[in-house]
């Protein structure tokens, strides 16, 4: 069905969006498209196999938040 196919399709597409290595970089990026906030620091954190950023941004409001982004695993 119809329905069927969307769902395979959307399941495929989050596996290769999950595999696909993203960068401090990249990371960064995308806490800044989102929050729409300045990035006040960014750093690489090991988590045994898996790679963690964490951006810390000044939202437009003036609060200051921790955001994780997941890196891929190595």
């Known amino acids: 069905t119809l ?23 990249d990371a960064v990026e995308k806490v ?14 090991k988590v045994g ?3 963690l950023y964490r951006v810390k941004v000044l939202l437009p409001d003036g609060r200051v938040r921790v955001v994780q982004v997941p ?3 190595r």
Do not use: F
């Open 3 to 25: 329905l069927s196919l969307l769902l395979g399709l959307a399941l495929a597409g989050g596996v290769a969006q999950a595999q696909r290595a993203v960068s401090l970089q």
């Open 32 to 45: 800044q498209r989102e929050t729409g906030g300045k990035i006040l620091s960014a750093q690489t954190v």
């Open 49 to 51: 196999k898996t790679k």
């Open 71 to 73: 890196g891929a695993g």
